[in-house]
T-cell receptor, first 114, second 115 residues
Framework: SQQGEEDPQALSIQEGENATMNCSYK?????LQWYRQNSGRGLVHLIL?????REKHSGRLRVTLDTSKKSSSLLITASRAADTASYFC??????????????FGKGTLLTVNP | EAGVAQSPRYKIIEKRQSVAFWCNPI?????LYWYQQILGQGPKLLIQ????????DSQLPKDRFSAERLKGVDSTLKIQPAKLEDSAVYLC?????????????FGPGTRLTVL
């Protein structure tokens, strides 16, 4: 079963605009990760936020995590055509010990128009 | 640093045939994962190896899928016999130790079409 659910399923914006994607999950987590997938570079890790963190930045990416609402958001600022891709959130199960398993959502397809 | 290598990149077979995929993880990575990604969905973990031992294969359809990791390095995933619903991209990933803070690095995947 897929724990994370991204919203919206698809998003189309103009270059230079900001893009926001959301992820909701059901059970407690150790951390939440965001991945990007496009045909050119495959599935690439973007950022990891731990359950005791509320916000994290990496370049043009900003991720927030609200464990009380079991939700996360990914903000891409000043988008570029090269940001066109599918974005997935991935969660693990808290207390997983040595058996650490990621569960991916269905993804948000982002299209950035030049 | 070389990434995760997979072959073949594409494979077309008929149902009931068998197929095998190969993966070479990043050098020094102890943990290797095989995922199945059906069109329009996120990757689903099939099996996880720690060195050459299986850590999790709870979502592997064991009646038709098998996987091995020889000498704790390369891995093969086999499907025999294939069904139409096995059409998907099969992704291999590796991480340094498999701890929850590790980043998983993914290969380009093998796109399987079952006719």
């Amino acid at each position: 079963s897929q724990q994370g659910e991204e919203d919206p399923q698809a998003l189309s914006i103009q270059e230079g605009e900001n893009a926001t994607m959301n992820c909701s999950y059901k059970t407690s987590i150790n951390n939440l990760q965001w991945y990007r997938q496009n045909s050119g570079r495959g599935l690439v890790h973007l950022i990891l936020i731990r359950s005791n963190e509320r916000e994290k930045h990496s370049g043009r990416l900003r991720v927030t995590l609200d464990t009380s609402k079991k939700s996360s958001s990914l903000l891409i600022t000043a988008s570029r055509a090269a940001d066109t891709a599918s974005y997935f959130c991935a969660t693990d199960a808290a207390g997983g010990g040595s058996n650490y398993k990621l569960t991916f959502g269905k993804g948000t397809l982002l299209t950035v128009n030049p | 640093e070389a990434g995760v290598a997979q072959s073949p990149r594409y494979k077309i077979i008929e149902k009931r045939q068998s197929v095998a995929f190969w993966c070479n993880p990043i050098s020094g990575h102890a943990t290797l994962y095989w995922y199945q990604q059906i069109l329009g969905q996120g990757p689903k973990l099939l099996i996880q190896f720690q060195n050459n031992g299986v850590v999790d294969d709870s979502q592997l359809p064991k009646d038709r899928f098998s996987a091995e990791r020889l000498k704790g390095v390369d891995s093969t995933l086999k499907i025999q016999p294939a069904k139409l619903e096995d059409s998907a991209v099969y992704l291999c990933a590796s991480s340094y130790s498999g701890r929850y803070t590790d980043t998983q690095y993914f290969g380009p995947g093998t796109r399987l079409t079952v006719l």
